[in-house]
């Protein structure tokens, strides 16, 4: 087979360590997939130092993050190299023994493989290294070695020795297809991309998935029902927890219609002991289901797992679970087909349900900001609160129409959290679709309802309306894909209409290409140089959908990125930073953002100039949230603190230029501050919010909320203003921020009526 020219350079390295043909680690990319098969049985016979064993590391660490594909005579090289690797390993890679039986497009020469996979099993057996029990019987498969099988079954647990029987009856590949869902080893390459398709073409494993959980439905019924004795995370064994993971993967993938009752009742008894407890029958299984529904989440798995964490009494159960449904919400984004399907809970048109009780009645409804209420109503009087006869005669009734408000609000949440997690993709709906799973859903509606959607009315032209239009197909409107004069046109009419969006959507931070990223080409600095408390920001990728490993003072933590992928898996975002150590506690600073789009399974590195706008601009968008919520210029303590390490950048950053959220809140603040009882008192700058006191005049920056004293730019440190905002109304859910600013300009407007002596020292000293 012909090399690339850095595979040849690196074969040289290989088999003629000392003859200087040296390949620096970021050739690595230049390889193809077919030079990362024909490389790795070289790779793996390196045990020692020096350039060989340089060599070894580009190689393995691009087949971890790639797919390397196998002609059959490098597939049989890898087999031959795991076989002589034994002697000095006392282990072998089964797990890549596996994944090359899938990646070798013209087959596998199952016929040269059967000796060494026949060795390979033999040795493993005999050191009872059975960790990977599908690729082991994968590679058995191989060698026509089944018995193994019958020595594994022995000691499985029920529901895992069924998976195991379904495996016995398949080719060595089709073991291999469930060895690639499963655990494997740290040398694996990627996940195959369409491995779940090639599952649930199986009718077997599609068959096994719904006795699964049906049996493992079942075994807690029988615990809750008190036949099968309760023992706190005893109910299922690791093997089946993993065994039931997997077939609530496929079944939620394939988006199973008896899947949606069936989980709610397992999700339900799974989370919360048949006694007064707080232990659960098994906290592995209902973590596992979680893991399932953030890879294939539906609707109907979220409000299951928001049911279970409604349901337990363990404490950081409800933690772990929250965490896990803030992963899978935004998820739901990329599967459109699924996304927006919700019940509507018996409501009607208006986002309104009455419940009649005697001679009273509950009602259920969605208020302007889009919150769903509960109200007691005796005729056409509305009471104060729930009747003391209700609550006496009918207290069962209370409480289901009190958690039906809970339920279409975290119905609410959900779908939300989705509509904001697509608005980085250009997919678009059929019109009927958005129609009946959207617009004219009585609880979907009330959301549709404040936002600008566009219709697709002649092909390739869209027109946007608020509450949406007819057309061919819909999208959500993004100022991004609008001009200047269209973008100021709607911030105008949601300020005038007052109109609460349930997410930022007209005044929306846009965020294009510069010239400085247009010269660094594959990376921005737009956010680099930055300190940063480094907990909130761990805690904010979290909240954000990021992927990134916690740092901190030990060996291989002092740097790291955090990660997302956006546009329906097709791009993913990178955002480096690095680990302060020696500081006054735990900080971070801030570095580049790149880019990566998903190439034939796997991520190639992209030119920024190649980001979609809408790709860059929300995941620019994010990073700047993350800087300004958790910069060290966001704590007005910080210059009293004593810490002058990074007081300079302090300074800088508290009162420096705005970022694209600063301009935002300025065009937010010039729309809402005519309406202010103090807006006399009040003028915007470029960078400050101005405020007229009695005693003294004050500059509100518009970035940080930090504020300075005139004359002489002397700074003022109020920890947390007053909540003062008199319950003033704000055109988008807010960050914190701009109801910051405003509360300390409705603050410092009435500077003479403020009683707090450490304010009162600090406007008179």
Known sequence: MQLSPTAQRLQDQFTEPGAGHLVFRQAGPQLTAADLGALLPLAYRVTSGGPAFSARVIVEDEVRQRQPSFSPESCVALYEALVDGLAGRKWADLCLAAAALLRCPGGAPSAALAAPARTLIEFMVREKRTEHPYALLAVAGLAGMDEVAEIMQERQEPLAAAELELLMGLDPAGRALLAEIGARSYGSPPELTDVWERLAAMPAYVDFARSTLEAADDRLAAIHAGELPYRADK???????????????????????????????????????????????????????????ERFPTPEAITALRTARALTRHAGVVKQLDRMIRKAEPGLADRVEVAFRMPDLGFGPGGRLEVPMGEHRAVVAAGADGEFALSWWHGDRRLKAVPAALRKERPDEVKRVRELVKQVQRQVTTLVRALEAGFAGEAAQPYDTWREQIAAHPIAATVAARLIWEAEVAPGEWRAALGGLEGRRVRLWHPARATLAE??????????????????????????????????????????????????????????????????????????????????????????????????????????????????????????????????????????????????????????????????YWHAASFGELPPSAEVRRDALARLLPRLAIAERCSLTERYLVVRGDLRTYKIHLGSANVLMEPGDVYLCIVSAPDRDGGLFLPFEDDGRLALILSKALLLAGDSRITDETIVRQIKG
């Open 487 to 648: 973008v100021t046109g709607w911030r105008e009419a949601v300020a005038e209409g007052r109109i609460r969006q349930p997410f930022k959507q007209a005044f929306r931070e846009v965020y294009p290409l510069t010239p400085a990223e247009e010269r660094t080409a594959v990376y921005s600095n737009r956010f680099a140089g930055h300190v940063v408390d480094y907990r909130r920001l761990y805690a904010m990728f979290k909240v954000r959908g990021w992927r990134a490993d916690m740092l901190g003072p030990w060996d291989g933590g002092g740097g790291g990125q955090a990660t997302r992928v956006l546009a329906e898996g097709q791009w993913r975002a990178s955002f480096f930073h690095d680990y302060l150590y020696g500081d006054p506690g735990e900080h971070a600073s801030t570095d580049q953002v790149r880019f990566h789009r998903r190439v034939d399974g796997e991520w190639r590195e992209a030119p920024l100039a190649e980001v979609p706008a809408l790709v860059f601009s929300e995941a620019m968008r994010d990073v700047d949230l993350f800087v300004a919520v958790t910069s060290i210029a966001a704590d007005p303590e910080w210059a009293d603190r004593g810490h002058d390490r990074h007081l300079a």
């Open 235 to 293: 109910a299922f064994g690791p093997a089946e927890t993993g065994a039931i993971g997997r077939a609530a993967r496929l079944a939620l993938f394939r988006d199973e219609p008896w899947l949606p009752e069936l989980l709610d009742r397992l999700l339900s008894r799974v989370a919360v002991a048949p006694t007064t407890a707080k232990t659960l029958p098994s906290q592995a299984l209902l973590y596992e289901v979680a893991r399932a529904v």
